[in-house]
């Protein structure tokens, strides 16, 4: 192998062993997932077509202008401008005219449309805020998952090593003539169960892994390494009384879902306002001017008018204004009005139904970190008095005063109670994050 062979392989196993070896923290894992989640993208377009949407509807009381020009040929019967008399001559002409118009009252519709616009705008920024927070808990979630299920695996590792211990134990004891072949066979078959535990945990881990990679939208991967997290065995006190209330009034100011519905009401108000505003008149203003070229016009002596000297004479211009009155249309303009007071009603039930839903989650939350405290302190407690079993039973085995089937009922006891205690505490630490957000925390750095 050459020198510089060799130092490029030497640089690629290090670059690939330093890419292996990435670790992610749930910070960074929420930050990646918001960056490139296909879903929080499409919220992202939404918001920026309701945002052009507002600045037209802004635009919208700007005036109208159009140009016009057209180039005709006329052929057999035909009516001679000039004159209005007719002529089987054929000839061509050339139009031209720039047309204003502007809307001078329309019962302010377009003022309450700009309002409504820009509060759908709003909307829509909420909502795609919503949905970034809704997919940070999704990794949250998916991320203590993992943790837990290491933690299994831990334990799981650890008990696959009591199992060897007491079979390469029982080996040298059926190999001294001490303990019987039977006994051997029990100590191997208990070794055999708690790997199989083990390869499950494992294999659990490889999914769990995968649902949290598919959640950050991480292509090609199917190992990710996250930051380990240190989780406490130390004893558990009460904390501070959670109050729903006093958590759901400062949840109920930030939160994205409660603020999409109020300005959802507030863009019904605007849009009843501007359909109310149909039933008044309507006035605008017009203006415009224009010119012509005809073949057809002549001088005295028959000679068709040079081009330049009809587009400066045929010059005309006119301004006026129109008055609009809806006497009746059926009844169709109040049939609007009707309709949009529903759906203001319908926004503000949906408003009061959120609110609900939000107050609810809360509650739940408090209930369950009450729940979660007693679980935690309890299945502390479990593990200090199983461990203690498992330790007496371990030596009595040793002494062959139990046999192998009452050693594994103690140790399955040991390792249910570290199992239990595991997960009460990953669920409280997710619960703890869950409130501390809708205490108003930076739980998540989306912003």
């Not at 134990?169 to 003539?177: A, C, I, N, Y």
């Not at 501007?274 to 057809?296: C, D, H, K, N």
């Not at 109670?417 to 409130?435: C, D, K, M, P």
Request: proline share 2%; hydrophobic share 40%; net charge neutral.
């Amino acid at each position: 192998m050459t020198l510089k062979t060799y130092l490029f392989s030497t640089l690629f196993f290090i670059s690939a062993l330093a890419s292996s070896q990435e670790v992610w923290t749930l910070d960074e894992c929420v930050a990646y997932a918001v960056k490139n989640n296909l879903q929080i993208n499409d919220f992202e377009l939404n918001t920026a077509s309701n945002k052009e949407s507002y600045r037209q509807s802004v635009r919208s009381l700007l005036p109208i202008i159009n140009g016009f020009a057209d180039y005709n040929i006329n052929f057999g019967r035909s009516i001679n401008p000039e004159d209005n008399s007719f002529v089987n001559t054929e000839f061509f002409s050339n139009n031209y005219s720039l047309q204003s118009s502007f809307d001078v009252f329309q019962g302010f519709q377009k003022i309450n449309n700009i309002k409504a616009s820009k509060f759908l705008y709003k909307v829509t920024q909420e909502e795609s805020l919503q949905q970034k927070y809704l997919l940070a808990f999704r990794v949250m979630s998916a991320y203590y998952d993992i943790q837990f299920i290491q933690g299994l695996i831990d334990i799981a590792k650890e008990q696959v090593e009591i199992s060897q211990t007491n079979y390469d134990l029982v080996k040298k004891q059926v190999e001294l003539g001490v303990m019987a072949g039977a006994d051997l066979y029990e100590a191997e078959s208990l070794l055999y169960a708690d790997s199989l535990t083990l390869t499950q945990n494992e294999n659990r881990l490889k999914a769990a892994k995968l649902t949290l990679l598919q959640a950050m939208n991480i292509e090609g991967e199917n190992d990710i390494t996250l930051q380990p997290e240190l989780i406490s065995t130390g004893s558990f006190e009460e904390t501070e009384k959670m109050i729903s209330d006093s958590i759901f009034v400062v949840a109920k100011d930030f939160m994205p879902s409660i603020k999409a519905q109020d300005f959802r009401v507030k863009a019904a108000k605007k849009q009843l306002s501007a359909v109310r505003g149909s039933l008044y008149p309507s006035i605008s203003l017009q203006g415009g001017i224009g010119t012509g070229y005809f073949e057809t016009i002549r001088d005295s002596l028959g000679t068709t008018i040079p081009y330049k000297d009809q587009i400066r004479d045929n010059t005309f211009k006119f301004i006026g204004a129109s008055l609009n009155v809806p006497v009746f249309n059926g009844w169709a303009n109040r049939s609007r009005v009707k309709q949009q007071k529903i759906a203001l009603e319908r926004a503000k039930n949906n408003a009061k139904i959120t609110e609900q839903e939000l107050y609810q989650i809360i509650q739940q939350l408090v209930q369950e970190h009450e729940a979660l405290m007693a679980e935690t302190i309890q299945t502390q407690k479990g593990i200090e008095s199983q461990g203690l079993a498992f330790a007496i039973a371990q030596k009595r085995y040793e002494k062959g005063m139990i046999n192998a089937i009452e050693l594994r009922q103690s140790k399955n006891l040991f390792a249910t109670a570290q199992n239990q205690n595991l997960q009460a505490q990953l669920r409280l630490r997710v619960n703890n994050s869950t409130l501390d957000f809708y205490k108003g925390l930076p739980i998540f750095n989306i912003n």
